[in-house]
Each structure stands twice: as C-alpha cells, then as structure tokens.
C-alpha cells in the first residue's frame, strides 16, 4: 500500500512541476523578448537581450533585524538616461519641454477641412500607471485627429560604412484600436520645413508598429532612389509572422529597436532583395513589347485527323434513349382517372363577379383514388439509354506535325535595369519626426536614440527601458495571479490546471479505495485458527530455507521479521 502511495505523490509532484513550468513559460513569453523577422533576416528587436540592470539600481536592502513578515520590494529609482559615445539624437522628455520639437501647422491635401489640419494635441507627463515618479514621455492626447511632430537631429545621419541604430519606447496606456505609432526619419532636402510637416514630407525610413482592426502591422518602409529614374520607390519589408497581438495589448511598455543586421542584410543581400522580393520587374532582359506573333503561328498541339472518315453504320440521328419495350403497365393502373381533381366542397365566393373575375372553377386536389392505385392517367413506357447511340461523330485527335509550340515574344535587354552596389547608402536625413492618425489616445513615447555605435545604443536602453523593467519586475504579481492571468489569455491552460489537480485525486481514490480484499473476507466463520495475513505476506518474500525452518517452528513469524521489510 505504501508503494501505490508513494507513485500516487511522485506522479502529483511531477503534474504539478509540469503545470508551474507551463504557467511560467506562459508568463515569460511575456517578457523575453521576442526577435520578429522583416525580409528574410532584417530583425526587429522587441524587449532587447537581458539587460544587465546592475545593484546601483536598486535604492535600499532589507535589514537583517527587520520583524518576521513579507518581504519588502525593493525600490527602484529613476534617473534620466544620459547619452554617452557617439550619437545623432537622444530624448527622454525628462526636462518636461517640447522646447526642441516643432509642432506642424501644416494641412493634408486631398482630404475634407475639418480634419485637414494637424491639431492632435501632444503633452510631456508621466505614465499614468508608471512604476517611474519622474519618468516622463511625449504623449499623443488625442482621438480621431492627425498629429505631427519632429526635432532636428544633432547632425544629419550620412549612410557610410558604419551601421544605422535606431530605438525607442511605446507604451499603449488605453490599448489601440486603430492607429499608429510608427517613426519617420526625414531626409534632408533643401526644402525641408519642420512646421510644414505632413505625411507627404520626404523620408529615408518609416519604421515602427502600426494597428488597424485585426492587423497588427510592424513597418520597415524606405525609401530607394532608382538609379536610372532618379525616382524614389517605397520598399517595404514583409510582415512578420510572429503574433505581435501582445505587445498592442498588455499596456507595457515595449522597445523598438531597427538595426543589429540592418546594414548586413543590405549589404550582402539587396541585390536579390531588391531584384526579386521588393521589385520583380527589375529583371536584366525583359520582352520586347514591339514583337508580335506571326499569323501562320501554330499553337495546337493537337489536332484532328484529317484523314479519318465516319464509319457506314455510325447513326448520328438515333435518340439518346428510348422506351423500355419490356415494360409492363402495372396491375391496378387508373387510366381514366386524373391524378388531380376538383374540390368536391368547394364553394364560389359571394363576392366573386364572373364578368370581372371570369367563370369560377372549383381549386384542384390530389385524387383519392390515385393514393392508393400504382398510378393515374395514361400509362407510357419508361425511358432507358439507347444501345445504339453514339452521338456526333468527330475525328480522332493526332498530334499536329505543324506544331511551333507556344508563342513568346523576344527577350532585349531591359532599359529601366539597374543595379546598386551601394545600397546601404541612403538619402541622409536630418530630422526625426511623428505623423500620425490614431483612434486612441494617451499613446506613451520615450527614450528616442539614434547612433551608428551598438554599444552605445545598448547603454541608452539599459538606462531607459532597462529601469522600467525593473521596476515592473519588482511589481509581478504572485504565482497564483500570474497562473489566472496567463489562463485568461491562453484558455487551454484551464484544462491544464483542472487535469492537474483532478488525476492525482482519481489515482489516490482508485488506489486506496478499491485495493486488494484480504484472504480472511473470503473464510466463513469458524472455531478453527487461520493465519494472520501479515504471516502470509512475509513468507512470500521469505528465502526457501527460511520459510521451511518457519513452518517447522510455529509461533516465530511474530518476532522474525523487523519493519523495515515493509516496503
């Protein structure tokens, strides 16, 4: 028994570790950070590598003396991220100033007057539910209204040989239902015009997380000169296939960061990329649209046999089918009667006016007679499929000895072909800015970094986003809350927990309820002894000798055997 007890406690230990490893992984999916595919290898870092926080973050420890009780969290407090190495623009909003921004007071064209203008409004203040007192961010305020915002780079980005690193945080306070909160890096141009700044404005890069019903969008979009136009094209990446439903969704606040293989994948790959996946047309040889077919072209693979000739006996005019002569009319056919017949008790209406309605006539019914007779009526043969039918007749397919295959009009070389050995080098841009439309409000934006240095753009977010991590880390919820939490996002987590607790439960009253009976339920009662069971158990595992020696000795099976036998 205590074996079956001892399995029954291995296997709840073992579904329960199953179940708090599962609920775990739901949770962690959460915060490790998930790396989204753009093109093939251009990657998105979402919630960068661990961060390596470091115990200057951490303001106080708990002393050693303090009353028995919870643990107190340890606090974490804010500083501003300063900026170190070598970087094009930095912002964390912590002065509480726009003084470096320009609003736009530009008006979209194209479109209707009331909502022409760019009059969403833009504040810096705190997240409403931080874990930060003074961490301040530029917050888009209002619903259903374009805004538009930039800032001057510390000096233009040129695309040379060293990589492009861009990031910065968003944080959905309300969720999103429709709208963007994607950034534009505004080329340099002559004309460029921060207060003019509308969606039309001229940019290098658009890149960042757009929503809009159930599509949930992350944009890598720039723009490419053609060499041999001089036009620009917009590119876009292809959409990621990771689910980034979550990070619309749980109001945290997320780090967007465009580089790491940015450079690389362009470098070695943009030939194939732009060749093939972006613009297919921008082949080396294309069809020349001034050839054409020839008349005498042909085309049939087959054709029918001009020689062949309609058999003698070959009828085209026989039907289809014919009456089955072998058909007998069946007993009891009603040939005079009808299989409908006048209603018997109807009555001409009162009202009805036979010169305006003309002559009334009594409405058809089925005939009783005919629902049980094989039928009514004139009685015809059935119809059956005429063995001597053949139908048109037309001549055998052959194979066309004419046969030239499918026409294809000539290849010449293509004059819009191009090819970019520099492709990394892009129009420079100068200035960074937002433009967007959003059905939502209190949209969170912080920590805006530019830098051609990735170590420099990993210091920036380990001050940054690194201590809103922390802090929201130094705030998770217990187990039991994290468990409803990850079931409320991920149903099938329900059967997990409830299978968990309910195997355990079964096997414990499987085992302990319906055991094995004991030999003295199966004797009747009477006046001579029986053996103990517990005799009966220990002589099993008793060596031969010893039980013989046991059997010839009465009375010793009390005291031979020692506790520790019972397993």
Same mark, same amino acid.
């Given at each position: 028994?205590?074996?079956?007890?001892?399995?029954?406690?291995?296997?709840?230990?073992?579904?329960?570790?199953?179940?708090?490893?599962?609920?775990?992984?739901?949770?962690?999916?959460?915060?490790?950070?998930?790396?989204?595919?753009?093109?093939?290898?251009?990657?998105?870092?979402?919630?960068?590598?661990?961060?390596?926080?470091?115990?200057?973050?951490?303001?106080?420890?708990?002393?050693?003396?303090?009353?028995?009780?919870?643990?107190?969290?340890?606090?974490?407090?804010?500083?501003?991220?300063?900026?170190?190495?070598?970087?094009?623009?930095?912002?964390?909003?912590?002065?509480?100033?726009?003084?470096?921004?320009?609003?736009?007071?530009?008006?979209?064209?194209?479109?209707?007057?009331?909502?022409?203008?760019?009059?969403?409004?833009?504040?810096?203040?705190?997240?409403?539910?931080?874990?930060?007192?003074?961490?301040?961010?530029?917050?888009?305020?209002?619903?259903?209204?374009?805004?538009?915002?930039?800032?001057?780079?510390?000096?233009?980005f040129i695309f040379d040989t060293k990589p492009l690193i861009v990031q910065y945080e968003v944080n959905f306070q309300q969720g999103i239902d429709c709208g963007g909160a994607?950034?534009?890096?505004?080329?340099?141009?002559?004309?460029?015009?921060?207060?003019?700044?509308?969606?039309?404005?001229?940019?290098?890069?658009?890149?960042?997380?757009?929503?809009?019903?159930?599509?949930?969008?992350?944009?890598?979009?720039?723009?490419?000169?053609?060499?041999?136009?001089?036009?620009?094209?917009?590119?876009?990446?292809?959409?990621?296939?990771?689910?980034?439903?979550?990070?619309?969704?749980?109001?945290?606040?997320?780090?967007?960061?465009?580089?790491?293989?940015?450079?690389?994948?362009?470098?070695?790959?943009?030939?194939?990329?732009?060749?093939?996946?972006?613009?297919?047309?921008?082949?080396?040889? !294309?069809? #020349? %649209?001034?050839?054409? $077919? =020839? *008349? /005498? &072209? @042909? +085309?049939?693979?087959? !054709?029918? #046999? %001009?020689?062949?000739? $309609? =058999? *003698? /006996? &070959? @009828? +085209?005019?026989?039907?289809?089918?014919? %009456?089955?002569?072998?058909?007998?009319?069946?007993?009891?056919?009603?040939?005079?009667?009808?299989?409908?017949?006048?209603?018997?008790?109807?009555?001409?209406?009162?009202?009805?006016?036979?010169?305006?309605?003309?002559?009334?006539?009594?409405?058809?019914?089925?005939?009783?007679?005919?629902?049980?007779?094989?039928?009514?009526?004139?009685?015809?043969?059935?119809?059956?499929?005429?063995?001597?039918?053949?139908?048109?007749?037309?001549?055998?397919?052959?194979?066309?000895?004419?046969?030239?295959?499918?026409?294809?009009?000539?290849?010449?070389?293509?004059?819009?072909?191009?090819?970019?050995?520099?492709?990394?080098?892009?129009?420079?841009?100068?200035?960074?800015?937002?433009?967007?439309?959003?059905?939502?409000?209190?949209?969170?934006?912080?920590?805006?970094?530019?830098?051609?240095?990735?170590?420099?753009?990993?210091?920036?977010?380990?001050?940054?986003?690194?201590?809103?991590?922390?802090?929201?880390?130094?705030?998770?919820?217990?187990?039991?809350?994290?468990?409803?939490?990850a079931a409320d996002e991920r149903p099938w987590l329900w059967v997990v927990y409830v299978l968990t607790v309910a195997v355990p439960l079964v096997l414990i009253i499987v085992?302990?309820?319906?055991?094995?009976?004991?030999?003295?339920?199966?004797?009747?009662?009477?006046?001579?002894?029986?053996?103990?069971?517990?005799?009966?158990?220990?002589?099993?595992?008793?060596?031969?000798?010893?039980?013989?020696?046991?059997?010839?000795?009465?009375?010793?099976?009390?005291?031979?055997?020692?506790?520790?036998?019972?397993?």
């Open positions: 028994m205590e074996l079956k007890v001892r399995y029954v406690l291995l296997l709840a230990v073992g579904l329960w570790s199953t179940l708090l490893l599962t609920t775990v992984s739901a949770h962690q999916e959460e915060e490790d950070e998930p790396i989204v595919e753009m093109g093939g290898d251009m990657d998105v870092e979402d919630d960068m590598e661990e961060l390596d926080h470091g115990e200057e973050l951490l303001d106080g420890e708990v002393e050693a003396d303090m009353p028995p009780g919870p643990p107190s969290v340890p606090k974490v407090t804010y500083k501003a991220p300063e900026p170190t190495g070598e970087h094009f623009f930095a912002e964390s909003f912590d002065m509480g100033t726009l003084d470096s921004w320009v609003l736009s007071k530009a008006k979209k064209e194209d479109i209707d007057e009331d909502i022409a203008k760019y009059d969403g409004k833009w504040e810096v203040e705190d997240m409403k539910d931080g874990k930060l007192p003074g961490d301040k961010g530029l917050v888009l305020k209002s619903r259903a209204k374009h805004h538009a915002i930039s800032a001057q780079l510390l000096r233009p994607y950034v534009k890096l505004l080329s340099q141009t002559p004309d460029l015009n921060l207060d003019e700044f509308v969606d039309k404005t001229p940019y290098t890069i658009m890149f960042g997380p757009d929503k809009c019903g159930e599509d949930y969008k992350l944009h890598f979009i720039f723009r490419h000169k053609n060499p041999k136009t001089g036009e620009y094209e917009e590119k876009h990446a292809k959409k990621p296939d990771a689910d980034l439903r979550t990070y619309y969704t749980d109001k945290k606040t997320h780090l967007y960061t465009l580089g790491k293989t940015f450079q690389h994948v362009l470098l070695t790959r943009y030939a194939n990329y732009i060749s093939t996946l972006v613009n297919p047309d921008n082949s080396f040889e !294309i069809e #020349d %649209p001034d050839d054409h $077919k =020839p *008349e /005498d &072209w @042909d +085309e049939r693979p087959k !054709i029918q #046999d %001009p020689d062949a000739v $309609k =058999p *003698e /006996d &070959w @009828d +085209e005019d026989a039907p289809k089918q014919i %009456p089955d002569e072998d058909a007998v009319k069946p007993d009891g056919w009603l040939d005079d009667e009808s299989e409908y017949t006048s209603d018997p008790d109807a009555v001409k209406p009162e009202d009805w006016d036979e010169d305006m309605d003309g002559e009334w006539e009594a409405p058809q019914v089925p005939n009783a007679l005919c629902e049980t007779a094989p039928g009514c009526g004139a009685w015809q043969r059935p119809m059956i499929d005429n063995p001597s039918y053949k139908g048109k007749w037309k001549a055998p397919m052959i194979d066309n000895p004419n046969y030239q295959g499918v026409w294809k009009p000539r290849k010449i070389a293509n004059p819009a072909f191009f090819e970019d050995l520099h492709p990394f080098r892009m129009t420079p841009f100068n200035a960074v800015g937002l433009e967007l439309w959003s059905m939502s409000s209190d949209i969170f934006f912080d920590n805006f970094f530019i830098t051609n240095e990735r170590h420099t753009a990993d210091h920036w977010a380990n001050d940054g986003w690194g201590l809103k991590k922390a802090a929201e880390g130094a705030l998770e919820p217990g187990l039991v809350n994290q468990m409803m939490t085992f302990c309820c319906t055991g094995k009976k004991t030999a003295a339920a199966d004797y009747k009662k009477t006046d001579e002894p029986q053996p103990d069971v517990m005799e009966e158990e220990v002589v099993e595992k008793a060596e031969p000798d010893q039980v013989k020696e046991e059997k010839s000795q009465p009375g010793k099976n009390c005291h031979r055997f020692s506790p520790p036998l019972l397993m």
